[in-house]
């Protein structure tokens, strides 16, 4: 402490010679005396009007670079001002490259000059001449050329620091992009800024312009009216941003062409016929935001990063339809190691921690970070538009991604638009299952109807059918009665988890058929079975609208078999789709989030649900309205998407067609309700589609849905009986009796598993009352009914392997009447 203070003691004080120097030194100094000797230089040649000084100045500079007198006093007042603005703006130093590239583009030039006047003494100067002498008698004078050349371009490179490369791939895109503006030539172009701000700074013309004393900021918008300003405060109401949060308009419900007739379906022992898509589905309107908002805004995330110390170029932008991805390449800062000025590239993290900065200054209600975009080196702002559009299923499903993915895929379906305009497509059957998850209201069930209606427009009954669950009861309904359909919509919660069963039953019952003909899948099988001209296996989806209503009902056994059916399903061709708006825990466990490998997160109000779903951060930055993170299966990254928009309409179109019902209306054809038609069973009648005005009136000539919950029941009862059943059924029979002490003595088991038996048996219509005393029960069956008894009942509609249609009388005898499945 003591040395620290004699030391401090110790240091001489500067003398008054040194303080001068230092003073006239400083780089204000010089650089204001630079810029003074720019004007009068410039002034002198502009004007001729010159004093014996400014004259001998001008005379000494032309004889010693000849022309290169116009470019002195513009590398001196460049450098000049530089030198003022950096010492008011403390911006780091200049690096050697730039005025070392400066001083090659000059010596070039008046080289340059010399060479072509043929060392015309006015042209280059003395120093000109020199040079040029030198060059052609070393090498020539086409060497002479090369070498000025070379000194011109590696002036270029050091002075605007770019690469060749990086030059030549700017020219490039600018060509290429002036070729796609052509009108008539699709696909995305990024737009180009217009001024792009070198090096991420804010221009320095701004800060000083803000610094004025007499500068007069634009006179703010008023203020709203309902602005609450803290006590004491006064002074101009903060300005009103361009990017005000504009509430989202309401999905536009003007389609932009009015329906048309429907064409009819043919119905009745014939095949199935797609319907077409223009007849189905919509057109909707786009509005844009304008370029130059666009640019506007780019330039504003430039400045703002500027000003937090991150430099970065705003590149150009893709707009969206309904956030615009800024491109952002991150810049270069300079540090100081061990005494020499290094540049590095700014961290991207540093960007992606700015993203509520951004979201102020853009007065954006949200802006989500993608750093970096895979496979660039930019990184991506994202920034909800002010024009927000909807993405209509037919612009999708008419797109070209669309037609390969139905040539390549099996359950092709139409998600929604990328960021950059690009339709996102998929096949259901590769992901191989879906898990949607968000807050309520941010688009879940739009998202389920799109994926249902995308299927049904391109799948027959033939080859897809739907199990679908929906606890909200309204959602799903709707498509009550299409062929589609294995079972009418599952609305209660207790019969949902017997759904999840019958599938795990079915797929089970699908492998031992694969399993007989060595098929590893699906596809093969049908193949088998098509070179056997046999009816093929449809594809099954599961579709479950509200995952947390079952999981509360029975979590283990809605776990299990959602497990059991995502690890083993997909070579069968049974596909899940299930949502849920509660992404906790407890209901998308660590065992299904393991076998969902494909996921779409909807908004989330918190960083904790995002990873719930995702196991990363992002939906909670999303805006609602079909905004989505999708997660494919075979890439860990997430695509933001603006998912598909459906309108009530074209749903109900879609489900029309299918259950034949307006045909048959319309052409005055439906068949009056008889007796014979109401062939189902009450609890199984298609629910009526209540509340939705453009449904038209339910017919009885309605698929009939197949008894699926029977079916159910007695595969429930079948699981629960004993291993032992069969055998048991085999002793009663030969015995023509049975009794607990009978079965305790013939299978040795204990009493207590012995009087279940006979319970299950009596259940089974096998055993009879109790007889009482040693008489025990009749035994009921046959000696040739008891295989048919003891068979458990897995094909309990007496199915055949593959789910050909089967016509019931009904239908035989009445060709207008549809055909009833199953
Ligand atoms: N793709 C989309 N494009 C435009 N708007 C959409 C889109 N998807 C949803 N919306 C809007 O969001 C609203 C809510 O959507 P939806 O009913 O699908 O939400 P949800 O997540 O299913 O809600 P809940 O869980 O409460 O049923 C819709 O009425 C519609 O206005």
Known sequence: MAKRRRSRRSKPQPSLLQQLRESLL????????LVLISVFTLLSLLTGSRGQLTGWWIDSLTILVGVGVWGVPLVTGALGL?????????MPDLPWQRPAGCALLFFAYITGAALWSRLEPTAGG?????LATGLSRALGPWGAWAVTSFLAVSGLILLTDRRLIDLAERIWSWLDGQWHARPGLGGPVPIQPSLPIPSGQVPWWKRLRERLPFWEPQPPAPAPANLVRPEGRSGPPP??????????????????REAEILTPHIVGGQEWQLPKLSEMLLDWDRQVDSDDLIRRQGRLIQETLALFGVPADFEGAYKGPSVTQYLIKPGYIERTVKGEVKRVKVKVSKIAALANDLALALAASSVRIEAPIPGT????????NQESNVVGLKELMESEAFEQMKIKGKLPIALGEDVKGQPIVADLARMPHLLIAGATGTGKSVCINAIITCLLLTHTPDTLRFLMVDPKMVELSVYNGIPHLLSPVVTEVDKAAGVLFWAVKEMERRYQLFSKVNARDLERYNSYLLKRQEPTLPYIVVVVDEMADLMMAAPEEVEKHICRLAQMARAVGIHLIIATQR???????????ANFPARIAFAVSSQIDSRVILDMPGAERLLGRGDMLFMRADASRLERLQGTWLSDEEINRVVRYWKGARTLEDAGLAPRPTPQMAVQPPELAPEPDVGLPTQPAQTTTGLAQPPLFQEIEQLRAAEARDELFDDAVEIVREAGRGSVSLL????RIGYSRASRLVDQLEEAGILGPDQGGSQGRPCLLGPTSSADRSAPPTGGRGRPESPSPQHTSKDESDPDVPRIWM
């Open 26 to 33: 400083r780089a204000e100094v010089i650089g204001l005396s």
């Open 239 to 256: 300005a009103e941003a361009p990017a005000a949060p504009a509430p989202r308009p309401a999905p536009p419900v003007t389609p932009s």
């Open 82 to 90: 530089w030198m003022v603005i950096r010492a008011i703006e403390r």
């Open 126 to 130: 003395w120093l000109g001449n020199l």
């Open 583 to 593: 992404p906790s825990v407890d209901v998308i466990t660590g065992l299904i989030k």
């Open 744 to 747: 305790q003595r013939k299978l």
């Open 377 to 384: 080196n930019y990184v991506g702002v994202e920034v909800p």
